[in-house]
């Protein structure tokens, strides 16, 4: 009997090898890997790592002449660092994620901070080191640099206690020090996830494939801007009303400006910019509905995303908190016209639909977050 | 109650099949636990999907799910090493079917199968022969056993692969290559074959050659003549599945386990013999009538899911849902959302995203957790096999009023 289902094995296995194999797969998915990790992803932490130097320079700038114009341009550092790291923040991948939430974990926690400065014995780069992470990174930064309501000579005055300074500045230099590692991490001369990017490919199929992470990250993005970034401050939960302070930024004014740097990057990992991407790939598989490929009805409802987020209904307005100097368009949509935000939010649950159902069931790959089996 | 006496099972095919199946079971008990399966499914969700009518089925608190894995393992070393093996197979079974009823989202076709197989096992003899029993007891060792008890292991198996091949007779399956052709491509990057799966009639070949794999598979195992070529089949067969589809965990192994009670049974003496059990006659019959019960509901199984569990629909379709639910308070008429990721694990969400019988009982959780006074309406988009996602639920109906229960769904947009 074994010896039998020995040569019906080989038998099989035999006629297995005599069929005809194509030279190589038709789409190169580990180009399409290489060229995201090289060109897009990359660069993105390369600019955050950038801005975020800037920022520590332009913050410790204002601490040595705390003056409007030092303010102005640290606030100024600080959008150009956030809007950067809401580019990066697509390639939350799991093993990334602590560092992540060091970065950029919102909403912070102003008691806890408040209680630090008043208690902490003191106040420097290893203290702001051992923090949590509502505490730290650039929402904490965004809670000293910016006073919608007392605006500039607000800020100016309360940094004037030196233990605030101080916070700030370890604020600052620590964020330097995240970004820098958050890069390294994907360099070769640092943890060089890049190549195990590009190399885990599928990765035996499961969710540790670098298709399937890339793939479960825009859902999760997606997933992040429809619950926490759009419903939750639109308020039509049980509280009721809208929750302004909810956005994502709303002391900075930059809550729509992330979602947009949200969208943008979706679109950029999808696309591949001018090189290879997802949309390439998903295309190959020569899958189309009503005629149109998956790639064009995913971007169609990324235009349409990108059209409500460009809405007059945002234009640039006061925020309703009563800024002077910053204003929030997202905030003052929310309080003036929140149907412009609905609709935002109605897209944005569309532009997911699509993505999961068409795009990553297409593409074979589990839209799942957590391990498990399935049959 | 008639009494069988010749021919006879070979004991050796029994007991291959005892310690096939203890070991697999070892394994998938350590591996669900070094996986952190145990936290992640039974301890951290606050929320759990009864069966209808198993409500009282929890996890038990505290340490309790980790001592349940922990007298999983014992027993199937037990059972597999054939010490203790009656109480080991009842202990098994008992503990291995609570921990599977907990929870609807964790249904998987193949922990189905280890219970169904489990239950069989507690009537069969499987401890007559390399078995710490009959060594210790030699009056309980024997070349034979009635032939009934090999009978109704290979009747089992046969139900499920014959059912999984009659699921396959699905226009998706068979006319679309689907979900396979979404599937396969997927896996290009295996070495060897990787490039042949991105043709679409290999989506075809592998579609029309598992349907009649799993129609045939059984027949072919019991002909003694075909039998060798059958087994090359199934270890083939198996091993391209685990290789495909790593996420099908221990699936593979299983069914591996479980074909081994179709080895060749040698002419043996009968030296005892004892009554077919009634019992699992009326077991098998229940097995072969249950896959069915989807015909006495309208619509697509595959789209409806009335009927779809305990039917050995394996692999069979790829649907992703999203869900959103509306609430309302019925008297002050105050509205407002719930997000189901707010109260499940992903994968329970992921789960009930796209069945509505879950869509049901969440939304009935939302009523009581809101004080039983609000209507709760869900707008339920599932895509399958890679289709535009449409609605699967009539969005205006309270889905708070309709009662959970084994009737068609009036309110399911079929």
Known sequence: ?375 | MATVTNPAADTRVLAAYRIAFGAVMLYSTIRFAANGWIADFYIRPKYHFSYLGMGWVRPLPGDGMYWLFALMAVCAAAIMVGGLYRPAILTFTAVFTYVELIDKAFYLNHYYLVSVMGCLMIGVPLNRRWAVDSWLRPALRADSAPRWALTVLRVQIGLVYFYAGVAKLHGDWLIEALPLRMWLPARADLPVIGPLLEQRWVAYAFSWAGAAYDLTIPFWLSWRRSRPFAFAAVIGFHAMTAILFPVIGVFPLVMLACSVVFLPSRAVSVTLSRPFPALIGVFLVIQAILPLRHYLYPGDVLWTEEGFRFSWRVMLVDKVGDVLFTLKDRESGAVWYAFPDEYLTPLQARQMAFQPDMILQFAHHLADQHGGNVAVYAEAYVGMNGRPARLIIDPRVDLAAQPDSLWAKSWLLR
């Open chain 1, 1 to 375: 009997m074994l010896k039998r289902v020995i040569v019906a094995l080989s038998l099989m296995a035999l006629v297995g090898a005599a069929l005809p194999a194509p030279a190589r797969a038709a789409f190169d998915r580990r180009a399409m890997l290489r060229h995201l990790a090289e060109a897009i992803i990359i660069p993105a932490f390369r600019e955050f790592d950038a801005a975020a130097n800037e920022l520590d320079s332009a913050v410790k700038a204002f601490a040595a002449a705390p003056n409007r114009n030092t303010l102005q341009a640290a606030q100024s550092a600080w959008v150009a660092a956030f809007l950067a790291w809401n580019r990066c923040e697509l390639y939350a991948f799991r093993r990334l994620v602590p560092l992540f939430n060091q970065i950029n974990k919102w909403p912070m926690n102003p008691k806890l901070v408040e209680g630090f400065i008043e208690n902490a014995p003191i106040i420097d780069d290893r203290f702001i080191e051992g923090l949590g992470s509502t505490s730290r990174g650039l929402p904490a930064l965004e809670y000293f640099l910016f006073d919608p309501i007392g605006g500039p000579d607000a800020v100016l005055s309360a940094l004037q206690a030196p233990r605030r300074m101080a916070y700030l500045t370890g604020l600052a230099n620590n964020l330097r020090i995240k970004a820098d590692a958050a890069l390294k991490i994907w360099l070769p001369e640092g943890g060089n996830y890049a190549e195990a990017f590009i190399n885990a490919d599928m990765e035996a199929g499961d969710v540790n494939g670098s298709v399937a992470m890339l793939t479960n990250q825009i859902v999760i993005l997606l997933e992040n801007i429809i619950l926490q970034k759009v419903f939750k401050p639109l308020g039509t939960g049980e509280i009721g009303g809208t929750m302004p302070e909810l956005a994502q930024a709303a002391r900075s004014g930059q809550s729509l400006a992330a979602i947009g740097a949200n969208v943008a990057s979706i679109r950029l990992a999808f696309n591949g910019g001018e090189g290879i991407g997802l949309d390439d790939y998903v295309d190959s598989l020569g899958v189309l509905i009503d005629g149109q490929t998956l790639s064009a009805r995913f971007n169609a409802a990324l235009d349409k995303l990108v059209g409500l987020l460009n809405a007059p209904a945002f234009g640039n307005r006061l925020s309703p908190l009563g800024a002077t100097v910053t204003a929030d368009p997202f905030t003052f949509a929310l309080v003036n016209d929140p149907a412009v935000v609905t609709a935002l939010w109605a897209q944005a649950r569309q532009t997911l639909r699509i993505f999961k159902t068409e795009v990553a069931a297409n593409l074979g790959v589990l839209t799942l977050f957590t391990d498990g089996d399935g049959d």
